[in-house]
């Protein structure tokens, strides 16, 4: 069982930056990979980036050179670094953790997720 609570959503002028943390609690954290997707209401939760257990990553074409995934194993954090943001990266934002081994980018394959954090990129 894994735990997770997103913080570090905002309102942020385009071209700006925001750093997302996900604190994640129960000892299997550092065997799952972790993910990050967001939603926009009306549609489906999209995939934005993923991290696996060895440190292997994957960004959506949308996202890819603008945002970072990092894991801490030992703090049980993972973090998206945005940069560059523009204002279709406006959604409420999803930590998620899957027993998956690899670099999953579908959300069925998560079994675990946060509650969501609001990023409101302005024009």
């Known amino acids: 069982q894994v735990s997770l609570v997103e913080s570090g959503g905002g309102l942020v002028q385009a071209g700006g930056s925001l750093r997302l943390s996900c604190a994640a609690s129960g000892r299997t954290f550092s065997s799952n990979t972790m993910g990050w997707f967001r939603q926009v209401p009306g549609q489906e939760r999209e995939f934005v980036a993923t991290i696996s257990i060895g440190g292997y990553t994957r960004y959506s074409d949308s996202v890819k050179g603008r945002f970072t995934i990092a894991r801490d194993n030992a703090e049980t954090t993972v973090v998206l670094q945005m940069n560059s943001l523009k204002p279709e990266d406006t959604a409420v934002y999803y930590c998620?953790?899957?027993?998956?081994?690899?670099?999953?980018?579908?959300?069925?394959?998560?079994?675990?997720w946060g509650q969501g954090t609001q990023v409101t990129v302005s024009s």
């Open positions: 998620a953790a899957s027993p998956v081994y690899g670099i999953p980018q579908r959300a069925d394959d998560y079994a675990y």
